[in-house]
C-alpha cells in the first residue's frame, strides 16, 4: 500500500507560480510510474502530468494545455512527486490530485492508477 499526500496548493493570481509537493509513505515510489491529475467543479477529472518509473529513464508528459508551463518531477530519496506549475490561468483552477501505478509506464487515464491522494486546492484568480 502506498499513501499519498498533496500539498502546496492555494490562492495565486493569473501568470503566478506554485509548486505542488506529493509526499508517499507506505511503500517507496522507485518502481511507480506518478502522476499528477486535476478536478474543477462540475467537471471531469482530467490528466496534467506524468512521470515514468526509473527504468524507463523518467519520461514524462502533458498534455497541450499545461505543456512548457507545468513540469513534473520525483525525488526518489525523498518519495516524493512535484509539481512546477508557471504561468498560471483561472482555468487551472482545480483540486489537484496525485497518483502511483504498479504498470510503471506513464498513463494518461485515471483507471490506470493504484493509489490516490486526496487533493489540494489550487486557484488562480484573474
Known amino acids: 500500500q502506498v499513501q499519498l499526500v498533496e500539498s502546496g496548493g492555494g490562492l495565486v493570481q493569473a501568470g503566478g507560480s506554485l509548486r505542488l509537493s506529493c509526499a508517499a509513505s507506505g511503500r517507496t515510489i522507485v518502481g511507480y510510474a506518478m502522476a499528477w491529475f486535476r478536478q474543477a467543479p462540475g467537471k471531469e477529472r482530467d490528466f496534467v502530468a506524468a512521470?515514468?518509473?526509473?527504468?524507463?529513464?523518467?519520461?514524462?508528459y502533458y498534455p497541450d494545455s499545461v505543456k512548457d508551463r507545468f513540469t513534473i518531477s520525483r525525488d526518489n530519496n525523498k518519495n516524493t512527486l512535484y509539481l512546477q506549475m508557471n504561468s498560471l490561468k483561472p482555468e487551472d483552477t482545480a483540486v489537484y490530485y496525485c497518483?502511483?501505478?504498479?504498470?510503471?509506464?506513464?498513463?494518461?487515464?485515471?483507471?490506470?492508477?493504484?493509489?490516490w491522494g486526496q487533493g489540494t486546492q489550487v486557484t488562480v484568480s484573474s
Open positions: 512521470i515514468s518509473w526509473i527504468g524507463l529513464g523518467h519520461n514524462t
Open positions: 497518483a502511483a501505478s504498479n504498470w510503471g509506464q506513464i498513463a494518461t487515464t485515471d483507471s490506470k492508477y493504484d493509489y
